[in-house]
């Protein structure tokens, strides 16, 4: 199907599941033409893009290992032969997993640090090639962590990566103004895991002046608001329910 040049474009990283679908979803129902990356999640990629097609059919998925910095190059080589245009960018893709300090190894450095901190670079830094040539503002929205300003003895390679992420947000934004807009959201506890010990869940709760976790809307709201705005870059959102207040 032939695509309105006039429409919107919008390249997730992770966008096969979890936040990544969602964001995905209400961007394609916003009007916006996606085209998403996955890495290991095929089958649900191809369900997320039936989803996503049944609202904005020009929309397209590719897959990408964001820790490899061909593989970005490959999916930017493969959104390129598809849209003219790129008008936000949501480097999503991510890795999460608890790493005793004692016990951190190389290989968990490198997952972690590289999907997220790497990837999210890299990422960005193709993006620009292309929003750099257009004669409009464009945005790139990081996804980051509250963790990234607190201190979590076993998730040391993770919360560094994050923190990472904001540092290069910020970065971004001065560089690239007033061509391209540069935010970081920066979700607390918001996908409920069946898996969880209730206990623990009880600990965070008690952490979160709301008393609740947050949801994929409360993150989906706030990209909303910085879709729509035009005078705020190289800001990190919290959307934490006051978990950085404790």
Not at 22 to 38: D, M, P, V, W
Not at 107 to 119: A, E, F, P, Q, R
Not at 146 to 157: D, K, T, Y
Request: with cysteine; glycine share 6%.
């Amino acid at each position: 199907m032939k695509r309105d040049a006039t429409q919107k474009v919008c390249l997730i990283t992770g966008g096969s599941n979890r936040l990544g679908r969602e964001i995905a979803i209400s961007l394609a129902g916003r009007g916006y033409s996606i085209f998403f990356t996955y890495f290991s999640s095929e089958d649900q990629a191809k369900d997320t893009l039936e989803e996503i097609q049944g609202m904005s059919p020009s929309s397209s998925m590719a897959y990408c290992n964001v820790s490899d910095v061909s593989s970005i190059l490959e999916s930017f080589k493969a959104f390129k032969s598809k849209y003219d245009r790129l008008d936000l960018v949501i480097p999503n893709a991510s890795n999460f997993y608890q790493t005793p300090l004692p016990k951190v190894t190389e290989s968990d450095w490198d997952s972690l640090v590289n999907t997220n901190l790497k990837g999210t670079f890299f990422t960005m830094q193709e993006a620009t090639k292309i929003m750099l040539k257009q004669q409009f503002i464009s945005r790139i929205i990081t996804i980051t962590d509250v963790s990234a300003e607190l201190v979590w003895r076993r998730f040391a390679p993770y919360t560094v990566s994050k923190l990472g992420i904001q540092h290069i947000t910020k970065i971004f934004a001065k560089e690239f103004a007033p061509h391209i807009l540069v935010n970081s959201i920066a979700p607390g506890t918001i996908l409920h895991n069946p898996d969880r010990d209730q206990t623990y869940e009880k600990e965070i709760l008690a952490k979160i002046p709301l008393n609740r976790f947050g949801s994929p809307n409360d993150i989906i709201r706030a990209i909303m608001f910085l879709i729509d705005s035009e005078y705020i870059t190289g800001e990190i959102i919290n959307i934490d329910g006051g978990r950085l207040l404790y």
